[in-house]
């Protein structure tokens, strides 16, 4: 053979790979991946939807592709990214623990299915219709954060007696912070206590709300579950510790970030429960027929040396349950 056909044929062979490739990857389904706050936040979480994935046969940039729209906590952005998703034809759309990208998706299409999780009642807030049966184009998991409100409320009285005067911080342009106010306003009276709201949007309002706690003596607080006070969690602990203030908390990396305490859902499997969510609706479920489910871990995380540094002695009942006590 020939120096030159040698050449023409390994090119032609080369060309025809590339092709095969590229058709390949077209062929691949693409989710779209919509979240207000950042990618470095929420690494932990982003490993356990990939595991629901996989577990499920879908494994990234293998059989599926994700094309992740992150906003850095700048919710305005994402109409405008939701709206590039919906243009590229995605075949379903992941808002997890981030209510801003879940009402986007939702405004922008009635088609293209969209897998959630949510913190409070899905059927109340107008995403889906019933939970056994959605009805429409969205559906997800219900993490069940102000249900679990009545229990973080306890927690905090079992670890800080002396306090008196208990606060929670809502950031005010989170869609469900009215209704989250009356929720837990409503839980407090349940178990005796008069919860007063903080409200902090910026750094500077997160500031203003902890030198408010400061000028009250015995107080303590709960931080209400929002992408924005999630992605502040340092500055948020920071100033717990500077101002001496018991607070609990509903994820576990606020504990890692020096906080208290933190109850609530294991988000990783949450987010790995919609991973499964969206591998059944790309084999070819459809999202108004799969019932909102709920989440089927939680974790009690405590910092005992946060607890010292307080002077709080942590009840040995609650450390015995624990999931996890950092020392």
């Known amino acids: 053979m020939r120096r030159r056909e040698l050449i023409g044929l390994v090119g032609g062979a080369a060309a025809v790979a590339r092709a095969l490739s590229a058709r390949a990857q077209k062929a691949m389904p693409v989710i779209g991946f919509l979240h207000s706050g950042t990618a470095e936040q929420n690494a932990r979480r982003l490993q356990g939807f990939r595991k629901g994935l996989s577990d499920a046969g879908f494994v990234e940039d293998q059989n599926v592709m994700i094309d992740y729209r992150w906003a850095d906590g700048k919710a305005d952005r994402l109409p405008e990214m939701v ?4 243009r590229r034809q995605v075949a379903v759309i992941a808002t997890l623990s981030s209510q801003p990208a879940t009402l986007a998706a939702k405004a922008a299409t009635t088609t293209i299915p969209i897998v959630f999780t949510w913190p409070g009642d899905p059927v109340d807030s107008g995403l889906v219709a019933s939970l056994n049966r959605p009805g429409g184009n969205a559906t997800g998991i ?4 102000y249900e679990l409100a009545a229990k973080r409320l306890g927690l905090l009285r079992e670890v800080a007696p002396k306090a008196t005067a208990f606060f929670v ?3 005010p342009a989170d869609p469900g912070t009215e209704k989250a106010s009356r929720d837990l306003q409503a839980t407090a009276r ?11 949007g910026s750094d500077r309002e997160i500031d203003a709300a902890f030198a408010t706690l400061a000028s009250r003596p015995a107080a303590a607080l709960v931080v209400n579950a929002d992408p924005f006070l999630f992605i502040r969690r340092a500055q948020i602990t920071a ?3 500077r101002h001496a203030v018991p607070a609990i908390y ?7 970030s020096s906080g208290l305490m933190s109850y609530g859902t294991d988000l990783p499997s949450a987010w790995g429960q ?3 969510y969206v591998a059944r609706i790309l084999k070819g479920e459809k999202p108004a027929e799969l019932p909102v489910a709920q989440p089927t871990k939680f974790e009690l995380v405590i910092n005992l040396k946060t607890a010292k540094a307080l002077g709080l002695e942590v009840p040995s009942n609650l450390l015995f349950t624990a999931d996890e006590v950092i020392e």
């Open 239 to 241: 100033l717990a510790a």
């Open 169 to 171: 911080l809502l950031n």
């Open 190 to 200: 349940t178990v005796g206590v008069q919860l007063q709201i903080l409200y902090a």
């Open 250 to 256: 509903y994820d576990r990396e606020f504990a890692v």
């Open 83 to 86: 709206a590039d998703l919906v």
């Open 274 to 276: 919609a991973g499964t």
């Open 142 to 145: 219900s993490t069940l954060n």
